[in-house]
């Protein structure tokens, strides 16, 4: 069973930079792909950023292309969100979430992923 806990959100003005940070225990996410979500309110959850168990495939959101960087510290079983021109549309609750299995899995898939975290604001005022 793996336990996730973000920190890193704020309250930043827009084209501002956050980053965001989650750290895994239980289970090592070097075995397991790890993602980040957001839930704005009265919306869904949804993909933002993932980064598969070897690192070397990364998927990010139409949104937030070019803008946000997802990366990972193995020893440190710790995954990172840099995201960078923030906008106000960003605002949101960010999640961080490990894959139910190890290997290969459908990385922009909620479904695919346990372990949620209790999440991070993010506010980005204009």
């Known amino acids: 069973q793996v336990h996730l806990a973000e920190s890193g959100g704020g309250l930043v003005q827009t084209g501002d930079s956050l980053r965001l940070s989650c750290v895994a225990s239980?289970?090592?996410?070097?075995?397991?792909?790890m993602g980040w979500f957001r839930q704005a309110p009265g919306k869904e959850r949804e993909h933002v950023a993932a980064i598969s168990y070897t690192g070397a495939t990364t998927t990010y959101a139409e949104a937030v292309k070019g803008r946000f960087t997802i990366s990972k510290d193995d020893r440190k079983n710790t995954v990172f969100l840099e995201m960078n021109s923030l906008k106000p549309e960003d605002t949101a609750v960010y999640y961080c979430a490990q894959a139910m299995k190890a290997g290969v899995v459908d990385l922009r898939q909620p479904t695919e992923y346990t372990g949620w975290g209790q999440g991070t604001q993010v506010t980005v005022s204009s």
């Open positions: 239980g289970r090592p996410i070097i075995q397991y792909a």
